[in-house]
């Protein structure tokens, strides 16, 4: 039985599902089956807009985006999908810290609800620092189906098999 790096925390029956539908080369139409289409949001000026429609949507007391973009450095196989910061700089006698959101540039070419899924993750990083509770319901707030989402996107990694 191989392992599946990506599933290795959920629930062993489902880990067996999913190592049936790779062993029948029938991921791939599990993953087009629910998800279609791909994405349209292909600049990191678009991406840019994405990010801040859904943070004015739902965060809006969190702090001003300052860049978002996608980046090619960032490795699917280490686990970054996206990653939030805060740069800190002093100007003058004041400290200001700048918040910054890359995304996998293995996002471009995925479906909408994957993006959405990272960008909202990564949203809530503003918020919520840690992987906790509060994390979460954060999450699943800004996007009800986001349990859904993360698993389906980490079975079409497994298919990609990145």
């Not at 740069?87 to 995304?103: F, V």
Request: glycine residues 2%; contains cysteine; aromatic residues 12%.
């Amino acid at each position: 039985m191989t392992t599946l790096k990506y599933l290795q925390h959920y629930p062993l029956h489902l880990q067996h599902q999913i190592q049936q539908l790779q062993a029948q080369n029938k991921l791939g139409n599990y993953i087009a089956e629910r998800y279609s289409q791909i994405h349209q949001v292909q600049t990191d000026k678009a991406l840019y807009a994405y990010c801040n429609e859904i943070k004015q949507a739902f965060l809006r007391n969190a702090p001003v985006l300052d860049k978002v973009h996608f980046d090619s450095k960032l490795s699917i196989s280490h686990h970054a999908l996206g990653l939030n910061t805060a740069i800190s700089r002093i100007q003058g006698g004041k400290l200001k810290a700048k918040k910054e959101i890359r995304i996998s540039a293995f996002f471009k070419e995925t479906p909408p609800e994957f993006l959405r899924m990272i960008v909202v993750h990564e949203l809530a990083h503003l918020k919520e620092r840690i992987h906790d509770k509060a994390f979460y319901q954060l999450c699943q707030y800004m996007e009800p189906e986001y349990h859904q989402l993360e698993f389906d996107c980490r079975v079409f990694l497994t298919w990609k098999n990145v």
